[in-house]
Nanobody, 127 residues
Framework: QVQLVESGGGSVQVGGSLSLSCASS????????MGWFRQAPGKEREFVAG????????NYADSVKGRFTISRDNAKSTVYLQMNSLKPEDTAVYYC????????????????????WGQGTQVTVSS
């Protein structure tokens, strides 16, 4: 079993930046796709970004393309999400998650394809 802990959330103004981290412990995540999701009040959890086990394949939601960057450091068992040019609609609780399949190069978009989740970190963007 893997445990995930997100950090780096906070409050920023429009156009600002935040860097989220997701540290893992327990079972190694180095062979699994990792994803970032977010959930705003009253809305469903949505895919933000995903990265395959080697870091060579990345997938982003259209709403964050060009602004967010996902990366990973398998030696540190950590996944990152760099968020730039933040908008009020980016306000949400951000979660990292481990995909259920190992060694896959297909980044799944649905929450059901991820098996372990962190507790989330709040990101608030104000105008």
């Amino acid at each position: 079993q893997v445990q995930l802990v997100e950090s780096g959330g906070g409050s920023v103004q429009v156009g600002g930046s935040l860097s989220l981290s997701c540290a893992s412990s327990g079972r190694t995540i180095s062979v699994y796709i990792m994803g970032w999701f977010r959930q705003a009040p009253g809305k469903e959890r949505e895919f933000v970004a995903g990265i395959n086990w080697s870091g060579g394949i990345r997938n982003y939601a259209d709403s964050v393309k060009g602004r967010f960057t996902i990366s990973r450091d398998n030696a540190k068992s950590t996944v990152y999400l760099q968020m730039n040019s933040l908008k009020p609609e980016d306000t949400a609780v951000y979660y990292c998650a481990v995909a259920k399949l190992a060694y896959s190069n297909r980044v799944p978009l649905g929450p059901a394809e991820y098996g372990s989740w962190g507790q989330g970190t709040q990101v608030t963007v104000s105008s």
